[in-house]
């Protein structure tokens, strides 16, 4: 069972504040998620399962060119008065 | 001659071109059709009708002035509110970003509007993508219209509905675990996930990266055909885009060897399972083989893929931290300290347990035990699929294991939820195109059924869907009103 303190942590390192009723309900139901992953540990580890398969051919890379993108293109909410705009800071 | 909003694409286009009727016209019918249901269905987020019947005036003086109008020319696209359309809100459905306008198009959007299609609106989904019913939306549910008190499916519900009951002419949804094929069969259209790099993800908002694909949701194989052709493509803009050949309709079937996923049958409801049976026998009067085959590490693709579509929405929602995305908070809020977490208790709770359970399996001591594992399980399905690619042409099974279910049914229960992905994950992971085709009913709610192809094997998809529309005479618009 996911413990009070690990959901906290959790929270934590993703950077979510959970109101009380999720703090009551989520360890029950992550702990549910959990319980139902658990099973892909049956699968056997190591070298004898290749990580990732490249069967599909992706075309080549874009070349690197730079382009200009004009200031017109930046979103309305991040501008006032011509000037970028950011969220104030104490 | 049928009423103009329940016109296909292809007949929009046509009717148009031969002066049977204007765009302005068909527009307004469709807007009208919109009035009427809409209140009852809930599809749209964000209704663009000024523009629609801007867009339409257009066309027709276009076409008065013998101008091409485009292979799209007049037809009303809805799209799903994941995709980016410039100077129209794009929502995902979340609170977080309720005010967010795009400074530009999606690939795919770009794409119609280059074709003469009209963007009527944006389409309601499950928070980012996340639900199968719409009901995590953080602004409405969206009805199913075969019964308004069952869910339509999702996370594309809107773009079902809207199909479905004639709001709009063909819809644009996405599908990183079935969100495209499950409200497709819960509304009885035709909706196709094709092979991951055949259409541009520029101006999808991120979910799961590695397994989502834009995808239409049309009435018929035919509308299927003519967006994804208009759609696809190599984009500069994403390197997991290729090139590939158009697809055509062919009216000469090849004898093609099926076979039917014993794993998708034997889970399914007994309504469910007679109706996939069925739809195989007609497989055979149309001259193809069908065979029950087996698929050895199938039950592990759900936990795969919960696995590794949160760890990937864990990583891809980091962006929404109220400096690149978010709200305009009173000075009072700016504390460094919960700076973040204030913005972000704003996502809905599946979002949030997503997010969570992302962030358990990819931290250290766990990452080898889910997440490693989760990728070399996905690797393994995809050998085993590729393998049976080389001995049958296609692979079927029933889209979804149950009917529509009615609302707040399994909203409690997070794994519940999750087990109704459990047929459509698959082709996600693999990577390869699948399509859902409405083949029937049990108590008056539809049932779909899945076909897979391997890799950019489209054409074989659309060849065995068009020979089975043409053979199942099914109802095909709900009565609402």
Known sequence: ?90 | MPKLQDLQAHEVVQGIKEGLFTAEEYVSSVINRIEDVESKVRSFITLDSERALTSAKLIDRKFKEKEDIGQLGGVTVGIKDNISTKNIRTTCASKILEDYFPSYDATVIRHLKDNGAIILGKLNLDEFGMGSTTEYSRYHPTHNPWNLDYVPGGSSGGCGAAVATGECTVSLGSDTGGSIRCPASFCSVVGLKPTYGRISRYGLISYANSLEQIGPICRSVKDIVMILNIISGKDIHDNTSMSSSPITINNKLDKFNIAIIKELIDGSDLEVRKTVYSASEKFKEIGCICNEISIKNLHYALPSYYTLASAEASSNLARYDNIRYGFDLPIAEYKWDTYFSNVRKNFGEEVKRRILIGSYVLSSGYYSKYYLKARRLRSLLKLELLKLFKKYDLLIGPTMPILPFKFGEKIDDPIKMYLVDINTVLANLAGIPAITLPIGFSNGLPIGLQIMAAPFEEQKLIDVSNALENTINIQRRPILI
Do not use: H
């Open chain 1, 1 to 90: 069972m996911i413990s009070k303190d690990q959901l906290g942590y959790l929270a934590q390192i993703s950077k979510i504040k959970l109101s009380e009723d999720e703090a009551k309900k989520f360890p029950e139901q992550l702990d549910k998620t959990i319980q139902y992953i658990d099973i892909l540990e049956e699968l056997v580890s190591g070298d004898s399962i290749v990580l990732d398969l490249q069967e599909m051919k992706f075309d080549e890379l874009r070349d690197d060119v730079i382009r200009m993108s004009g200031g017109q293109r930046i979103n309305k909410n991040l501008t006032k008065d011509g000037f970028l705009r950011g969220p104030k800071m104490k």
